[in-house]
Structure formats: structure tokens, C-alpha cells
């Protein structure tokens, strides 16, 4: 019974994700069908790194040892600073070892399309957690994970079977679910809803060059009679990285969202900011546009 209530709630939980769209809403529930209970084998030649440098496997044992785990694994397709989140999986450690206290670890499976690449994504985000390289795919090769990059990231028990799918990086809801599992407690009461007005939800920048760091700022102001609770702001590169006030916004006070971005291309520039937060349909969002000169 209890596996069946945690079944309904990610199906939930990945619905929400995919955005309601019943072609994605099907594919959540085959995925969720199919691993929720199936153990993740791991391959024996690994190789661990901490900040692109490589070390003794040895030293990443202990990581397998814990209650529970958080598998992620990336392969080489695409953005890789875009799909790594490297900043946002940060802050999700820090919250993880207040809260459960060495309870959880998180085990990073990386195929990157070089090493001197992802050595440069570890030292520029100052990414100082160990992770494990895969340059041959190994684990991807004997476990056959889903190709949709939302569903490459398991929490997993002490047995190493899945007890829960989603990429809480890409959405708050994961994390939370995930939290919900670990603790064996139910959320906590849904906030209540209020409003929220926008000075310039589009920002148009000039100037912006590649490699160099450019910010914005976003101003929100509380419109309603609750308190505002930003509870996280998810961009759709890494090259965007923002910056919130994570305490209540009173009734008519404002607040901001400083967002950095560093281009790693020219051309034209066009990201999208989304804002977690407790108002009616919970998703505010933001952009920033503009050319990116060479």
C-alpha cells in the first residue's frame, strides 16, 4: 500500500512537471511504472574526481553507504553547463546535510564530452563535491536509463532500488517529494496564495559579451495580504544564475531577483527565469533577451 501511495504521488508530481501535456503525462507514467522498485547497478571502474581532478575511488566508497542516495547522471548531449545545474545542486547539498545530517548522499555519474571541459564547469562554479567520471557510459550501457534528462535522477534506498524519479533541480516539487520520503512526513500545509505585480517581467540587454558577466534585476512587489514566499528560482541555462531574498515579502513590499549571465555563445540571447512561489498557478515567468556580441 505504501509503495502505491508513493507511486501516486510521483505520477503527480512528474504530471505537474510535464507541464499536463497527456503525451509527457504517458511517459511519466511508464517511467514510473518501470523503475520505481528497480535497483541501479553500478559499474566497478569508475573513476572519482573532485574539481576535475582525479582521486582514489576509495575515497567516493563511503557515498554508497548511506540510507539513502541521490543518483544523477548526465551524459554528453547538449549544453552540459546547462544540464549540470552545478550551482543549484549546491545549494540542495547544503540543504541536505542541514536537514538529514549526513543522512543522504548524492552520487554524480558524468559522460562529458571531455575532461578539460567538465574541469572548467567544476572550477568556474567552484563545484567541490566528488562526482564520478564516465567517459565510456558505463552505467547508462547496464542500467538502459530513461533518455528524457528530467527522469536521469533516482532516490535511492540503502538496497539501491528507486523509491522515487525526477530531477528536483528542474523543479521544486522532486525535491520536496524527496524530502517527503526521507522523512517519512507529510508536507507541510499548503501556503496560502497571494499576488504579485511586475515592474518589467522582459528585460532587454545591450552590451552583453560573451564570456563576461552581465546582470539584471527583476523588482516584485506583494500585491496581496499574505505574505510572498519565493521558494526557488529555476533558469533554462547555467549560464544564468540568480540571486533571490529567501525570507516572506510582506503585504506592498517589493523584493528582487539579481540575475547573473555569463554568454557562452554570440548571437542572439534568450533565456527564460522561473519563479517558484505562492501564488495562483505557482509559476511566475521572466526573461532576458538581447544580442551577444563576440
Given amino acids: 500500500m505504501k509503495r502505491i501511495v508513493w507511486g501516486a504521488l510521483i505520477l503527480l508530481v512528474l504530471g505537474c512537471f510535464a507541464c499536463k501535456k497527456d503525451n509527457k503525462k504517458t511517459e511519466a507514467e511508464r517511467i ?7 535497483e541501479i547497478q553500478f559499474p566497478d571502474d569508475y573513476q572519482c574526481s573532485i574539481l576535475g581532478n582525479d582521486t582514489s575511488s576509495n575515497f567516493c566508497e563511503n557515498l554508497f553507504q548511506k540510507e539513502y542516495k541521490i543518483l544523477l547522471y548526465v551524459d554528453s548531449t547538449g549544453c552540459s553547463d546547462c544540464r549540470l545545474k552545478l550551482l543549484q545542486w549546491k545549494q540542495l ?33 567552484n563545484f567541490d563535491y566528488p562526482v564520478f567520471i564516465d567517459m565510456n557510459n558505463t552505467i547508462d550501457r547496464i542500467n538502459h536509463f530513461p533518455q528524457t534528462a528530467n527522469y536521469q ?33 507529510s508536507p507541510d500545509s499548503k501556503l496560502s496564495l497571494t499576488t504579485v505585480s511586475i515592474a518589467q517581467p522582459e528585460m532587454e540587454l545591450s552590451g552583453m559579451q560573451k564570456g563576461k558577466k ?60 522561473q519563479v517558484y512561489c505562492n501564488v495562483e498557478n505557482e509559476i511566475i515567468s521572466l526573461t532576458i533577451k538581447g544580442m551577444v556580441e563576440q
Fill in 153 to 185: 535522477c533516482f532516490l535511492l534506498n540503502q538496497e539501491n532500488k528507486v523509491v522515487a524519479i525526477g530531477n528536483p533541480v528542474f523543479n521544486p516539487k522532486i525535491w520536496d517529494l524527496y524530502k517527503q520520503t526521507i522523512t517519512g512526513k
Fill in 32 to 38: 514510473v511504472k518501470e523503475w520505481m522498485g528497480k
Fill in 214 to 273: 552581465s546582470a539584471t534585476v527583476f523588482k516584485l512587489k506583494n500585491t496581496g495580504n499574505t505574505p510572498l514566499l519565493i521558494t526557488y528560482v529555476n533558469t533554462s541555462c547555467g549560464c544564468t544564475v540568480p540571486v533571490w531574498d529567501k525570507s516572506p515579502i510582506e503585504p506592498n513590499q517589493e523584493t528582487e531577483i539579481r540575475v547573473e549571465i555569463t554568454p557562452e555563445e554570440s548571437g542572439f540571447f534568450h533565456k527564460t527565469i
Fill in 93 to 125: 547539498i547544503e540543504e541536505s546535510d542541514s536537514i538529514f545530517q549526513g543522512k543522504v548522499s548524492f552520487v554524480f555519474f558524468f559522460q562529458p564530452k571531455n575532461k578539460k571541459e567538465i574541469a572548467f564547469l567544476f572550477k568556474k562554479d
